[in-house]
Nanobody, 119 residues
Framework: QVQLAESGGGPVQAGASLRLSCAVS????????MGWLRQAPGKERDLVAA????????YYAESVKGRFVISRDFAKNEVFLQMYSLKPEDTGVYYC????????????WGQGTQVTVSS
């Protein structure tokens, strides 16, 4: 089974940059979509960015377009979320997740990594 492990979160000041990593193990990802989802305090978990593993097609939530970049490394089996110009509203637990292409729901999740942006 696919297993995911996030790293790279932490406390930062507004305007700073941060890169999250997600190490993927236990399966091949040819037909999968990798996503980064964020859960802010008291809110639902929302999709922030996603990438198709094979083609590298990307999706971004409006709130992060132009500030976040999702990418993947085939050799290392890792997915990254590079975050620039962080805002306090970016605060939350960031989860790496995977789903089959065409599926509506992410089926495997990492444990999450906390990102806290102070003003």
């Amino acid at each position: 089974q696919v297993q995911l492990a996030e790293s790279g979160g932490g406390p930062v000041q507004a305007g700073a940059s941060l890169r999250l990593s997600c190490a993927v193990s236990g399966g091949t990802l040819t037909n999968y979509v990798m996503g980064w989802l964020r859960q802010a305090p008291g809110k639902e978990r929302d999709l922030v960015a996603a990438i198709t593993w094979s083609e590298g097609r990307t999706y971004y939530a409006e709130s992060v377009k132009g500030r976040f970049v999702i990418s993947r490394d085939f050799a290392k089996n890792e997915v990254f979320l590079q975050m620039y110009s962080l805002k306090p509203e970016d605060t939350g637990v960031y989860y790496c997740a995977v789903k089959l292409r065409g599926s509506n729901e992410y089926s495997r999740w990492g444990q999450g990594t906390q990102v806290t942006v102070s003003s």
